[in-house]
């Protein structure tokens, strides 16, 4: 499609944080979208963006640098469509106000995730899951919107495990995550708890994980998403890894695939044709390795600019039926890049401006 012009004003609400931040770089020079107004708590609003951000990578685009910090208030942000990078503590609120107010809200927080009529998306795997806005408006008299995208270890696992579900029907899925630091936020863990070191704990975590996948692989008729029959159990583990989220999966599935045709389904498979040709849609949704020894964070993060998810270790299980393992970029394609590519769906698909 062609480009709107001019370009869609938007905002971002936590804009100082570690994701807020990945959304300002990420939208720089986009094609459809401008950021016009950045967002943060009362400690933040009134004062320039540079001076209450503590950047951390690269430089800080100027276009940016100097816009005042605004409150997270539907008053005072006047953007169509605003991208919510805010801690949940008060997204839940914020979030609501802003879609009763006629904005489209793209969020990365756990708050609206799996409520029945608010779509939880990674588009290569559910765009039509789109249509529960349709249930949303009608039900709670909003004229803007709620899109979730998913806990930023669940969509590594999801996009993984979402061609071989569509083949072979997955039944029970175990997972372990090693998780980076940046997942955290800013300033996180703090650096003596982590270095060298393994934390095998991440609060509320494991339920986000043992619940979100069935949502988005789930089938999405007369309104409701039917979410898929499988049980997940997940082990969360917080690593000294800077960028990029690994998960070891192993699943048993109703029609045991061979190595073969699993790896032949995990190679074939593009995601929704709906995304392609999107501004942030990587050519490859997943990319298979044979190496042994990949896919690894620092080589493989930044793979299709941070938005492909890296599978590899692909193998026979002796519980289950295969295991192997799934790694993508924490803040990019498992939150302000998944945001970004579910926000350009709803132009394609002729939900902005439609509020
Ligand atoms: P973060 O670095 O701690 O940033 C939190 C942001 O929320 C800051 O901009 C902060 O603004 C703002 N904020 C805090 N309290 C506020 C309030 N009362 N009113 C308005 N704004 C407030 O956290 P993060 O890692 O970027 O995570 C942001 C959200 O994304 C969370 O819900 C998180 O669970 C989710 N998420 C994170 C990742 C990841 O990899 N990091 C992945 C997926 C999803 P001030 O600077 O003004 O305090």
């Known amino acids: 499609m062609t480009a709107p012009r001019p370009p869609i004003r938007v905002a971002v609400l936590g804009a100082t944080g570690a994701v807020g931040q990945t959304f300002v770089r990420l939208l720089q020079g986009h094609p459809w979208f401008e950021i016009a107004e950045v967002a943060a708590s009362e400690r933040s609003a009134g004062k320039r963006y540079d001076q209450v951000t503590r950047w951390i990578e690269g430089d800080l685009p100027p276009a940016v640098a100097g816009l005042t910090v605004k409150p997270c208030d539907p008053a005072a942000v006047e953007s169509p469509i605003v991208f919510s990078a805010l801690d949940s503590n008060v997204a839940g609120e914020v979030e609501a106000a802003?879609?009763?107010?006629?904005r489209l809200v793209l969020s990365n927080?756990?708050?609206?995730?799996?409520?029945?009529?608010v779509p939880l998306v990674i588009p290569e795997v559910n765009a039509d899951h789109l249509g529960l806005l349709d249930a949303q408006r009608a039900r709670r008299g909003w004229s803007g919107g709620i899109v979730t995208n998913a806990n930023c270890a669940s969509t590594m696992a999801a996009v993984a495990l979402a061609p071989l579900h569509a083949a072979f029907g997955a039944r029970r899925v175990f997972v372990a995550t090693m998780q980076a630091v940046s997942g955290a936020g800013y300033p996180g863990v703090p650096s003596l708890d982590i270095l060298g070191n393994v934390i095998p704990y991440i609060g509320d975590e494991e339920p986000k994980i043992e619940r979100e996948m069935q949502k988005m692989l789930g089938v999405l008729a007369g309104g409701a998403v039917q979410g898929a029959p499988f049980v997940v159990s997940a082990h969360a583990n917080r690593v000294a890894v800077e960028n990029g989220h690994t998960v070891c999966l192993s699943v048993e599935f109703e029609r045991a695939p061979s190595l073969d045709d699993a790896a032949r389904v995990l190679r074939a498979w593009t995601g929704a044709s709906v995304v392609r040709g999107l501004p942030s849609a990587p050519e490859s949704p997943?990319?298979?390795f044979d190496q042994d020894d990949r896919p690894q964070p620092r080589r493989d993060a930044m793979r299709g600019g941070g938005m492909t998810v890296s599978v590899g270790r692909l193998r026979a299980d002796p519980l289950f039926h295969l295991k192997f393992v799934a790694m993508g970029h924490?803040?990019?394609?498992?939150?302000a890049g998944g945001s970004i590519l579910n926000a350009e769906l709803l132009v394609k698909t002729g939900r902005v401006g439609a509020a």
């Open 98 to 102: 802003f879609a009763a107010a006629g």
């Open 330 to 335: 924490n803040t990019i394609r498992g939150a």
């Open 286 to 288: 997943l990319h298979l």
């Open 109 to 117: 927080a756990k708050n609206y995730r799996m409520e029945p009529d």
